[in-house]
T-cell receptor, first 114, second 108 residues
Framework: EAGVVQSPRYKIIEKKQPVAFWCNPI?????LYWYLQNLGQGPELLIR????????DSQLPKDRFSAERLKGVDSTLKIQPAELGDSAVYLC????????????FGQGTRLTVV | KQEVTQIPAALSVPEGENLVLNCSFT??????LQWFRQDPGKGLTSLLL?????REQTSGRLNASLDKSSGRSTLYIAASQPGDSATYLC???????FGAGTRLTVKP
């Protein structure tokens, strides 16, 4: 069974440019999470979806970040425009549902903004 | 807002030693607690999930305990091996908050 798939694995962009990350969760998983992880720190939740609905986006910087999960399957996280401080690893995770079951993570996308 | 703390931040032990990693949380109204391992440059690998009604969960050399009333969980690793070297993270379900992790080094 395929795990959580993220692409790209690495991305280097200039500041003020847009960037998008893609996540395909485990088949049948209704809950999808996007996290940001800075070096030496734990992941920080950006947004959580239950199917198509964003049920927790309180930590998402909405002035420049946006996310969507059309049809309740794969999801895209976008940053526009990117800033130097956005350099980090962006992780996607999924779980069966309810937000209270075992979560599985993808390999992440390492973003470098120069 | 749930706050999750992991102590120690880093730990170095000789091979074969038994060790305990700690995770504490401020809000005891949690659902489940999950322990992860993260190798450098990689995503997180799930190790153990403890349901809120359970007190402990075991997988091989790993044993995780949960005490909701005191807001604590521990991960016990028996007979540590160099391959156990990684960062260990705990996450509190409900809103999936993470601690900063414990970076473990097991020396041959």
């Amino acid at each position: 069974e395929a795990g959580v798939v993220q692409s790209p694995r690495y991305k280097i962009i200039e500041k003020k440019q847009p960037v998008a990350f893609w996540c395909n969760p485990i088949s049948g998983h209704n809950t999808l999470y996007w996290y940001l992880q800075n070096l030496g720190q734990g992941p920080e939740l950006l947004i959580r979806y239950e199917n198509e609905e964003a049920v927790d986006d309180s930590q998402l910087p909405k002035d420049r970040f946006s996310a969507e999960r059309l049809k309740g399957v794969d999801s895209t996280l976008k940053i526009q425009p990117a800033e130097l401080g956005d350099s980090a690893v962006y992780l996607c995770a999924s779980s069966l549902g309810g937000g209270n079951t075992e979560a599985f993570f993808g390999q992440g996308t390492r973003l470098t903004v120069v | 807002k749930q706050e999750v703390t992991q102590i120690p931040a880093a730990l170095s032990v000789p091979e074969g030693e038994n060790l305990v990693l700690n995770c504490s949380f401020t809000d005891s109204a949690i659902y489940n607690l999950q322990w992860f391992r993260q190798d450098p440059g990689k995503g997180l690998t799930s190790l153990l999930l403890i349901q809120s009604s359970q007190r402990e969960q075991t997988s091989g050399r790993l044993n995780a305990s949960l005490d909701k009333s005191s807001g604590r969980s521990t991960l016990y690793i028996a007979a540590s091996q160099p391959g156990d070297s990684a960062t260990y993270l705990c996450a509190v379900h409900g809103d999936m908050r993470f601690g900063a992790g414990t970076r473990l080094t097991v020396k041959p």
